[in-house]
């Protein structure tokens, strides 16, 4: 939620998927880095009063978020709650116990400080959640207004569930999206049979990758939304952001996975360098 402005930080529409799963969870987490004891040498404290303040105020803040998606959507069932405890821990802890398709947070909700010593929410939730994770930022636009969405494409499961994702949902008139396909740059080869492979490899990968983009396209024309592409041989961590960026995107959607294991550990995910860098809000599709 924008504190400010009482709107939620994603536009309208953005929210609205598939209404047969219409019950959401406002959950708001009073953050306690270490529990207070309740007495000190057989002497009470004070600390409890103060967790059940903080308690109070979390609470607060999780119904006027029901409020405000009731008022948008009156059909839904919204429930709110607060609990104590690392934010990050509450999301994920609530998230293995209720199963959501979707878990929306802020892409900021820490101070400086609470940041260095325990990472950042966002972050925690999207490495952890074994769902799909969108960390909101907020717009400059009017809500109702058409909106631009990125979506990385590799071909591989997860980013065809991110082009799902998108034409399941209902969009504004004149919404536009940018199908983006980022191609790993190969390394330069010193042998004969090598640069055979290589060849090879990468006409292949521009074959299925091709394959792919067109069938993105086609799903989302088919729901109406404007669509382009841009293929090319670059870092698509980088492209991703770039193409957000100079097209004036609302969000991105890409999927969690697009590299092998060994991949992720020594150059690290596509998903999570998106969330860290981009301008605009994020959506990771598991």
Do not use: Y
């Not at 987490?29 to 303040?53: K, L, Y």
């Not at 669509?227 to 670059?234: D, F, G, R, Y």
Request: charged share 25%.
């Amino acid at each position: 939620m924008d504190r400010h402005t009482q709107r939620p930080r994603w536009p309208i529409s953005d929210a609205r998927d598939c209404r047969e799963k219409s019950r959401r969870w406002c959950s708001a987490v009073s953050e306690e880095w270490i529990p207070a004891p309740a007495s000190i040498g057989g002497v009470a404290t004070s600390f409890p009063r103060f967790e059940s303040e903080a308690e109070d105020e979390a609470l607060k803040l999780a119904r006027s978020a029901k409020a405000v998606l009731k008022t948008i959507f009156p059909d839904w069932q919204v429930h709110a709650e607060a609990v104590t405890g690392s934010p990050g821990n509450m999301l994920i802890w609530k998230s293995d116990e209720w199963k959501p398709d979707l878990i929306v947070v802020g892409s900021q909700g820490r101070s400086a400080l609470g940041r260095f010593f325990f990472g950042s929410v966002s972050q925690k939730v999207l490495h952890h959640a074994d769902c799909s994770v969108r960390i909101a930022r907020a717009g400059r636009k009017d809500p109702t207004a058409p909106v631009r969405l990125i979506v990385g494409v590799d071909g591989l499961p997860d980013s065809d569930a991110a082009v799902k994702a998108i034409t399941k949902r209902h969009w504004p008139k004149g919404s536009e999206v940018c199908v983006v396909c980022g191609m790993w740059v190969p390394p330069p080869v010193t042998s004969e049979q090598m640069a055979i492979e290589v060849e090879k490899w990468i006409a292949d990968e521009k074959t299925r990758t091709a394959e792919a983009v067109e069938a993105a396209v086609r799903k989302l024309q088919g729901i109406g939304l404007a669509t382009s592409s841009v293929v090319k041989e670059e870092d698509p961590k980088g492209l991703l952001c770039a193409e957000a960026e100079s097209r004036d995107a609302d969000c991105i959607f890409v999927g969690a996975t697009g590299m092998e294991r060994i991949e992720e550990a020594l150059i690290g995910s596509v998903s999570s360098a998106v969330a860290m860098r981009a301008h605009c809000s994020v959506e990771v599709v598991r």
